[in-house]
């Protein structure tokens, strides 16, 4: 028999040896004013500095609520959280990172709206400290640009700062794609949610684990795992690119048979050629990724490897 506890807190860790510490003290004080059983379950993301060391310190400290699993290797964040939730036991699990951006102390804030009866209560930041203009316009863009391609209702400002009710998790964890977007998931789901709103901090210690290019190629994992929006703009441009050649042919038969008029412009049919075939590969391209993502699933392979578990 599985023993539950009241909420688990699911926090992957890649890197954040200066976070752990005060992490832990603001949730134990915050998890403990809830008068609920709880666990705190620490997904050690194939860390390289001296988080394990920090992580070992922490379970040492409160065997009964802390848990460390170690990944064999860095599998990335999205892996990581889904490990964390894969062993969670609770009867409602709260996601967050370490870096202490999300405050632990909304946490109370989600479980109230839980014990009214929402399945999901997911965190809407109304401000984002220490972050640049760059990624707060980028991240509005894709929020959009991602509600009007799928059929999900993704809440703008919400990232992995949630709690699900032990009935999502138990179907969360039925999902086992590769190439995850798990906010998206969430949403995919359904069930009874609310937001609330709070203030995001600037990070306590550390650097992003999310540069600019890790977090557009996080977008098009998101955009290819429930959408097809660019294959069908694939289809799209291959229809006009056809119709356009076509009727360059006839343009080109009709000006050899009912003109005087030479068909020049080598430069400019090079032009077009190369864009066209330009054209091609990036299709081909977008095509390769959705078979690549087929292929991973297709293998079946576990999500992530655990090294080790301290609980």
């Known amino acids: 028999m599985i023993d539950r506890s009241d909420i688990s807190v699911v926090v992957p860790v890649f890197n954040e040896a200066g976070n752990i510490p005060e992490l832990y003290k603001r949730l134990k004080k915050t998890l403990t004013g809830l008068d609920l059983t709880h666990e705190i379950v620490f997904v050690d993301d194939g860390s390289s500095d001296a ?14 609520c802390a848990r460390v699993i170690h990944l064999s290797r860095n599998f990335g964040h999205q892996l990581a959280l889904t490990a964390g939730l894969d062993y969670a036991k609770g009867r409602c699990v709260v996601v967050m990172d370490a870096d202490l951006q999300d405050p632990p102390e909304v946490i109370a804030d989600f479980v109230a709206k839980w014990r009214e009866g929402y399945a999901v209560v997911y965190g809407v930041r109304s401000s984002r400290a220490g972050e640049a203009w760059l990624k707060l316009w980028t991240a509005g863009i894709f ?50 949610r609310t937001g609330v709103t709070y203030a995001r901090k600037a990070r306590h210690s550390g650097t992003t684990k999310y540069p600019f290019w890790k977090m557009v190629r996080f977008s098009f994992d998101a955009v290819t795992s429930f959408s097809f929006a660019p294959l069908k703009m694939v289809s799209f441009l291959g229809a006009v690119f056809a119709t356009g ?35 091609q590969l990036l299709s081909l391209g977008v095509i390769g990724e959705y078979i690549a993502r087929i292929g991973d699933d297709v293998k079946a392979r576990p999500l992530y490897a655990v090294d080790q578990i301290l609980e």
């Open 143 to 192: 929020y959009k640009m991602i509600r009007r391609i799928t059929a999900m209702d993704i809440p703008e400002n919400v990232g992995d700062f949630y709690l699900l009710d032990r009935k999502v998790v138990d179907v969360f964890v039925g999902l086992r794609e590769r190439h995850r977007f798990i906010r998206g998931m969430v949403a995919w789901l359904g069930f009874k």
């Open 245 to 279: 050649a076509f009727g360059m042919i006839l343009w080109t038969f009709y000006q050899k048979l009912f003109t005087t008029t030479t068909v020049t412009g080598w430069s400019s049919l090079m032009a077009a050629i190369l864009f066209i075939g330009g054209v």
């Open 51 to 64: 988080s394990a060391a920090a992580l070992a310190l922490v379970y040492q400290a409160d065997k009964k």
